[in-house]
Every structure is written in C-alpha cells, then in structure tokens.
C-alpha cells in the first residue's frame, strides 16, 4: 500500500484554514488537474487526491476525525465513494453549470457510465477599474488599502450554483447533459451532422428546476465587497493587477481588479525612480562663507554642511533617503542641488558693504 499523502498537504493549505479558504483552494487545483484541461498522465490521479482531500475536509465530521485519527480514521468509516458522495452538494456549487457537473466528476473517478462528456464552464469575470492617487510617501511605506468595491458577487445563498439550497440541477434529458443535439441528415451519398444548442437547457446541458430566489437563478448579483490590497512601497504610476478580485462568476474564474496608481507629484521633491531630488535655497552670503543647513527629507529633516565657497547648483548627497523601488533593491539617494540666490534688491548700506567688497579684489 502505498502511504497516502496528508490532506493539508495534497491542497497545500494549512489545518486552521477556513471552509473558505479550502473551498477557494480547491477550486483553484481542481481547475488546474481536472483530466479535461490537463494532458499529464498522472492528472486523473491527482485530480482524484486533491478531490478526496476536499470531500474530507470540507465536512466538519470528517475533518475532525481525519484531524485526530489522520487516514485512518476515516477510511475506517467511510469509503471513498461516501466520501464523495457526501460532498455531492459542494462539488455541485464548484462545478456549477456545464454537462452533468457532479455525476461526471464521479464517473470520471470512478469510472461508471464511460465518462466523458463533462466540461467546465470557462465563464470569466470581468475585470475592475479601480484608480486611486498616492503620496511620495506613500511610495516610500506602501499604503494598506481596503476599499468597499461594488460588482458582481457570487450569491451567499446559493454559492453560484443557482438553485434554490438543497436541490440541484437536473441532467437535461433533451439533451443528455452534452448541451448540444445532433442530427444526422443522410443526403444521398453524404451524411451530415448538425449540432445545434440545446434549447431545452440552452446550450447548459442541465436544468434549474428550482433557481435560487436570492439570485434568481443567476448564481450571482450586484454587491458590495471588502477588498483589501496593498500598495507596495515604491510603485510608479501605472496599473496593478490585484488576481480574482474583479467581477465574479457563478462558475469559473473570477475577473482581476485593476488598480490603477497615479503617484501625486509632490510640492518640493521630484522623483526619478529611487532617487529623491530637492532644491534648497541658500544666500549668496552663505555659499561664500559656508553654512549648516536643515532641509527635509521624506522622512523627516536632515541637517547639511554647506562649504565656504559653494558654487551655485553644487549637489549634496544624502545617502539612503530616498525611495526603493519595486523592481530592484535597496533605496536611492536624495540630491541636494544648492541653488544660490542673489538678491535682487539692496539697501543702501548692503550696497556700501558690497562697494566695499569690491574695493578688497585685486
Ligand atoms: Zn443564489
Ligand atoms: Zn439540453
């Protein structure tokens, strides 16, 4: 016999894990390893794995017993077709619509019935827009968002599988569950096949006998969610990618958010990258006989030595104080440009001083 691998392991989640999140998981790999999308050789067995992992652990008896006994404890109990069977209704919400959903699931393990004809509904959310302005120092610590999105949201009533809680879809009979019908013409020395959509079932290939009275049978409805993303500290403008988080579907893959950064300029520091530049005024008396300045930093204030004789737009460097980037390590710097002011008017005594100044060259 060979040794069975851990559950948590097999869907790589962790033993306090919420049903949410083992749902969300276990969509993601079934989505990945289903027979139907992946051509390995070894697919149809992990793809049983991964479900048997989420049948046990998505149903709180089980999992208990699994959690104290680990294997043993339940396939003492149950066998593995319980098993599955007693996720019918979770299996139904994941795989919502397409041909036979469930059933074919089942039958594709456990082989009853040939298989076949099931396949997944390759529905895809749309993506969400979302724009937003941030600091430079924002860009300096990153910025946690949470933001109340509107969009599609999948129904809580019925999980996306658009029947009314407790009953699920029927196989269409019109059509079999394939979705389509078939007719065959013979004309002559040719035969032709033509597939039409069911119209029974709408091309769905099963029927909402009962449709969910929340969503109407949609499997999902206009909402309000609570995403929470974090701005990485950094970022430039342009567009980020938040996965999943986009307008959802009641069966399939949920759309992206899209959050689209505009980095604010900032009143007194420009920015190239990593690199924080400033300008920090100084009189022309203090650049002839040196000075010690204050200038600020996007972090605070820093203090400068300014030395006798600077000339106008020398640059200081003040090491690390400026911003990371995201696509490389480490912090810029920040530029101090001196700029020399020269005034532009004087009073009669500075205009002596300075006479005087001028008499001292040779
Ligand atoms: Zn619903
Ligand atoms: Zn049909």
Do not use: W
């Not at 509107?150 to 809580?156: G, H, L, R």
């Not at 959802?248 to 893959?253: C, D, I, L, N, R």
């Not at 001196?338 to 009073?347: A, D």
């Not at 009669?348 to 008499?359: I, M, T, V, W």
């Amino acid at each position: 016999m060979s040794a069975k691998r851990d559950y948590y392991e097999v869907l790589g989640i962790s033993k306090s894990s919420s049903v949410d999140e083992l749902k969300k998981q276990y969509r993601k790999l079934a989505l990945k390893f289903h027979p139907d999308r992946n051509n390995s050789s070894d697919a149809p067995e992990h793809f049983k794995e991964i479900s048997e992992a989420y049948a046990v652990l998505s149903d709180p008896e089980k999992r208990q017993l699994y959690d104290q006994h680990g294997h043993a404890g339940v396939d003492g109990r149950y066998s593995s077709e319980d098993i599955f069977q007693g996720a019918r209704g979770d299996f139904s919400d994941i795989f919502g619509r397409g041909g036979g959903g469930f059933d074919s699931i089942f039958e594709s393990i456990f082989g009853r019935g040939g298989g076949g004809g099931f396949s997944f509904n390759q529905e895809r959310g749309s993506d969400i827009l979302y724009q937003t302005t941030v600091t430079l120092e924002d860009v300096l610590h990153g910025k946690k968002m949470e933001i109340d999105l509107q969009k599609q949201i999948q129904c809580d009533v019925c999980h996306g599988s658009c029947c009314k809680p407790g009953t699920n879809k029927k196989t269409c009979a019109t059509c079999n569950g394939q979705g389509q019908i078939r007719q065959t013409r013979n004309m002559g020395f040719a035969s032709f096949v033509t597939a039409a959509t069911c119209p029974a079932c709408r091309g769905q290939g099963s029927i909402i006998e009962t449709p969910c009275s929340d969503c109407k049978g949609q499997g999902k409805k206009k909402g309000s969610k609570k995403v929470t993303f974090e701005i990485p500290p950094g970022v430039d403008s342009g567009d980020y990618t938040v996965p999943n988080e986009g307008n959802e579907v009641s069966s399939g893959t949920n759309g992206d958010l899209i959050v689209r950064i505009h980095v604010q300029p900032h009143s007194h520091f420009n920015r190239d990258g990593k690199d924080i530049f400033y300008d920090q005024d100084v009189t022309m008396i203090d650049a002839a006989l040196g000075c010690e300045i204050t200038v600020p930093t996007l972090e605070g204030t820093e203090k400068i030595k300014v030395d006798s004789g600077s000339q106008p737009n020398t640059i200081i460097k003040l090491k690390g104080k400026g911003v990371s980037h995201i696509n490389s390590r480490g912090k810029g710097d920040q530029y101090v440009r001196i700029v020399v002011n020269i005034p532009k008017k004087l009073s009669k005594h500075q205009k002596n001083l300075l006479d005087e100044f001028q008499k001292t060259r040779d």
